[in-house]
């Protein structure tokens, strides 16, 4: 399902750094519910999310949502709000390209399907993976890309193949007609302005975190 214009151009002016938050609160926001809370105030918010509740009112101000005073937000409301400005009140189909070790779990973490993102089929060379289901997922060759992202209408990609291969497997995603690319490989990827790439590179982040490490024990 792809949003509305309004929808859209409705949501264009959040600024990134809200954009990255909004996941966090929405997470808040399912867990308050899962436990019955009708209602949250800013600083309760904010408490569950590690913010201060200055920060809170104002990323949620660019949803046109600002609470009651004296009685904060609606839970189940903040929910759908933040959810349609994150887009997972839609389905997202994913394609995940590479399908060893680190492809498996992702496309066997049922979060994302909850999530709106279900990764619904796999990319692999190697012979002995495709033409089959693994783990409940559908896995095709290589040469199939194209295809697959055609004939499953795939709005978001996966890339956790080697270094070497992501950028050939970039081009030819974005060629397909890919507009937003998750990227695990330990490479920058080279894409058209119009396509949104984040990159997880998980040898970075320890890195960064054996360097706090060092710094506080050494």
Request: hydrophobic share 45%; net charge negative; with cysteine.
């Amino acid at each position: 399902m792809v949003p509305t214009v309004g929808t859209v151009s409705a949501i264009s002016h959040i600024p990134e750094a809200t954009v990255e938050r909004l996941p966090v609160y929405l997470r808040c926001l399912v867990e308050l519910a899962a436990s019955g809370t009708r209602t949250v105030s800013s600083e309760g918010l904010a408490d569950l999310a590690g913010v201060n509740a200055a920060k809170v009112r104002k990323d949620l101000s660019h949803l046109g949502t600002y609470g009651t005073r004296g009685v904060g937000y609606d839970v189940d409301y903040l929910r759908f709000e933040v959810s349609r400005a994150l887009g997972v009140a839609n389905t997202w189909p994913v394609v995940v390209v590479g399908f060893g070790n680190l492809g498996r779990a992702l496309a066997n973490h049922t979060g994302f399907t909850e999530r709106g993102f279900p990764m619904i089929v796999a990319i692999d060379r190697d012979p002995d993976k495709t033409g089959r289901s693994i783990d409940g997922v559908p896995v095709h060759g290589h040469d199939q890309l194209e295809a697959v992202v055609r004939d499953h209408a795939i709005a978001i990609a996966v890339i956790t193949t080697p270094a070497s291969a992501a950028q050939e497997v970039a081009d030819r995603l974005v060629d397909a007609g890919i507009r937003s690319i998750l990227n695990f490989a330990p490479t920058v990827l080279a894409v058209p302005d119009h396509v949104e790439v984040r990159a997880v590179d998980l040898a970075t982040e320890l890195q960064i975190l054996g360097f706090h490490l060092q710094r506080h024990t050494g």
